[in-house]
């Protein structure tokens, strides 16, 4: 993940993002999931701990992340044209290397759009948010296997 230049800031705050930005690079405790994995109920969705069952709510997740859960729910088409999409958005094409499917390669969105020019106007800095956020999605919330991608249907969201 990018440092956030402190240009784009109020458009990350704006969207309701700078939460997630805040939390860094977390450090997955192996052993807790391992417990956690051994303690999960697939047939009612909870973790049978030793004093009750427990389960994680989107409030909780809310809390957490720092993201808003109340409003109209977000929904978007994934059948996309990714070089409009990029081009409008984000204001560069991407190069069929840094494509796989509908996802981007989130280093090459870091490359193009990580630093704006000195003299970056607010149509440019808006679409370095985008590209900002993208990756914040693509490496917190819905990372790949190996977050390394994230998928464009989010992209005509922000």
Not at 2 to 17: E, K, L, N, Q, S
Not at 67 to 87: F, Q, S, Y
Not at 100 to 110: D, E, F, K, P, V
């Amino acid at each position: 993940m990018w440092r956030m230049d402190p240009r784009i800031r109020p458009y990350v705050i704006r969207a309701g993002f700078y939460g997630i930005y805040r939390l860094g690079h977390i450090i997955i405790d192996w052993p807790l999931i391992t417990c956690l994995v051994e303690r999960w109920r697939p047939e009612t969705h909870t973790f049978h701990v030793p004093v009750r069952e427990m389960t994680i709510t989107l409030q909780d997740v809310a809390i957490i992340l720092g993201l808003r859960i109340d409003g109209p729910a977000m929904t978007g088409t994934c059948v996309l044209d990714v070089a409009g999409l990029c081009g409008e958005l984000l204001g560069v094409i991407p190069p069929d290397d840094a494509i796989r499917g509908s996802a981007i390669s989130i280093r090459w969105l870091c490359q193009q759009l990580s630093t704006p020019s000195p003299d970056a106007d607010e149509v440019a800095l808006q679409r370095s948010a985008r590209g900002f956020i993208l990756a914040l999605m693509g490496s917190f919330l819905f990372a790949d296997k190996k977050g390394v991608h994230v998928h464009l249907c989010f992209l005509s969201l922000l």
